[in-house]
């Protein structure tokens, strides 16, 4: 509830546009990128005080704040780029609960937006939008917010989830196209269950906890499947993640 520095922010952000011509006439493509950089820097600035605000007053939906962040910073690097020879390809990188289209989820439902929808609605067919599957293995994980790091065992995904469904073609690793073979895309259009492990994992919860209703086709345009994943190593490594989780069955190994 403290004071805002909104007002401070847009002040700078004023200022640095009004001196544009000044910055990017004394260096070129290097000035040009600098400023960029400087104004991007500026508006994350600004757009994060107004998402911890509406966190704390639950005014608005935090969610769709930051998603909404996200496809304003890609237009404007997108605006950056647009004179780049050759043309510019870019790559987003983010979990699929941000990549594929809410509107084919239960996110939708609860009146929720996401990147991939707005990129989608934006760019058309110019985006591809690739979501990443997996039926078990190991992953990193925290078993509440701000806690440590964990190497955590991923439990065979529910026998009616696409996951599931994918082990049953009992290929390891493959890629799978949504977007021009008609017959994979009318065979996955039904509704199933998907499995989303982020920051948190809760395998004792997992299927209240990491599971949602989706519609993989209208999801996604691509999928890549790796049936057993491994867990993302941490720079840092805790105790935690350097044990591990106790398999179910130890010790007796059975």
Same mark, same amino acid.
């Given at each position: ?48 005080? +107004? ?57 939708? +439902?609860?009146? +929720? ?142």
């Amino acid at each position: 509830m403290a004071p805002s520095c909104e007002e401070a922010v847009v002040k700078n952000l004023v200022e640095l546009r009004r001196k544009a011509m000044d910055y990017l006439q004394r260096d070129g493509q290097v000035a040009a990128d600098a400023y960029f950089c400087a104004e991007q820097n500026a508006l994350v600035v600004r757009n994060a005080e +107004e998402y911890y605000r509406n966190m704390f007053r639950r005014e608005v939906s935090s969610w769709n704040l930051r998603d909404t962040h996200m496809m304003e910073s890609l237009i404007r690097l997108a605006i950056h780029l647009r004179n780049h020879k050759p043309p510019a390809k870019i790559i987003v990188w983010a979990h699929n609960s941000h990549l594929g289209d809410a509107r084919a989820t239960q996110m939708s +439902e609860r009146g +929720e937006l996401n990147l991939g929808q707005l990129v989608r609605e934006h760019f058309g067919k110019e985006a591809v939008s690739i979501g990443f599957t997996t039926y078990d293995g190991t992953v990193t994980a925290a078993s509440d917010w701000d806690g440590p790091a964990e190497r955590k065992n991923v439990r065979p995904a529910h026998r009616e989830s696409y996951e599931a469904l994918f082990h049953e073609v009992d290929v390891p690793n493959f890629f799978l196209g949504l977007r021009d073979d008609a017959d994979v895309a009318t065979a996955l259009r039904n509704e199933r269950l998907e499995r989303a492990i982020g920051v948190i994992y809760c395998p004792e919860t997992e299927l209240m906890s990491h599971y949602f209703h989706a519609r993989l086709t209208d999801q996604f345009d691509a999928i890549l499947h790796y049936d057993h994943t491994r867990a993302v190593e941490p720079l840092e490594r805790t105790a935690e993640w350097e044990i591990g989780e106790v398999e179910e069955t130890f010790p007796s190994g059975l």
